[in-house]
């Protein structure tokens, strides 16, 4: 158990890096999900049985965070990147809190998605949707620079909190 104060909390950049490696391992997820639903639904055509797609990638998308969230606290980019996802007091996240920190972290997409959608029905273009959901993003990671603790939205909601985790040293 780690003491609340006694780790501190990782700098943006190290946060935002392991985000895009994390998007990297997501592709991977995403793979592997397609080739065992695609056959199992005898999938012929990309847009056949799309919905079903989409509800299997969430799934597992969900099944890989709580996994590694519940079982040590770190995926493999917060591993690289030394960084731990606990609650405020400390201790390991539950199944329950592991699923809420995941809920509360859609709001990462939640106003660039609704945003994309309304300039898209205004006939916007594709760039400037871009430019939009981009700063969106960007706001939300920089919102973490003003919450108590360094921390994301999701995480002082959710009552849990990202901390350093450097690797233990070997004798």
């Given at each position: 158990?780690?003491?609340?104060?006694?780790?501190?909390?990782?700098?943006?950049?190290?946060?935002?890096?392991?985000?895009?490696?994390?998007?990297?391992?997501?592709?991977?997820?995403?793979?592997?999900?397609?080739?065992?639903?695609?056959?199992?639904?005898?999938?012929?055509?990309?847009?056949?049985?799309?919905g079903?797609?989409?509800?299997?990638?969430?799934l597992?998308?969900?099944?890989?965070?709580?996994y590694?969230?519940?079982?040590?606290?770190?995926?493999?980019?917060?591993?690289?990147?030394?960084?731990?996802?606990?609650?405020?007091?400390?201790?390991?996240?539950?199944?329950?809190?592991?699923?809420?920190?995941?809920?509360?972290?859609?709001?990462?997409?939640?106003?660039?998605?609704?945003?994309?959608?309304?300039?898209?029905?205004?006939?916007?273009?594709?760039?400037?949707?871009?430019?939009?959901?981009?700063?969106?993003?960007?706001?939300?990671?920089?919102?973490?620079?003003?919450?108590?603790?360094?921390?994301?939205?999701?995480?002082?909601?959710?009552?849990?909190?990202?901390?350093?985790?450097?690797?233990?040293?070997?004798?």
């Amino acid at each position: 158990m780690i003491e609340p104060d006694a780790a501190a909390a990782p700098g943006l950049a190290r946060r935002l890096a392991s985000f895009v490696y994390e998007g990297i391992l997501l592709f991977a997820v995403a793979m592997v999900t397609g080739l065992v639903y695609s056959p199992l639904v005898q999938q012929r055509h990309a847009l056949e049985h799309r919905g079903g797609l989409m509800l299997a990638l969430a799934l597992s998308f969900s099944a890989y965070f709580i996994y590694f969230w519940t079982r040590s606290g770190q995926t493999l980019p917060m591993k690289t990147w030394h960084i731990r996802v606990v609650r405020v007091d400390g201790s390991a996240l539950t199944w329950g809190a592991a699923l809420l920190r995941l809920l509360l972290s859609l709001a990462w997409w939640v106003l660039p998605v609704i945003a994309a959608l309304q300039m898209r029905r205004h006939e916007i273009g594709f760039g400037a949707i871009s430019v939009v959901v981009l700063l969106s993003l960007l706001g939300y990671a920089l919102l973490a620079l003003a919450l108590p603790g360094r921390q994301f939205l999701h995480d002082v909601i959710g009552r849990t909190r990202l901390v350093t985790q450097l690797p233990v040293k070997r004798r």
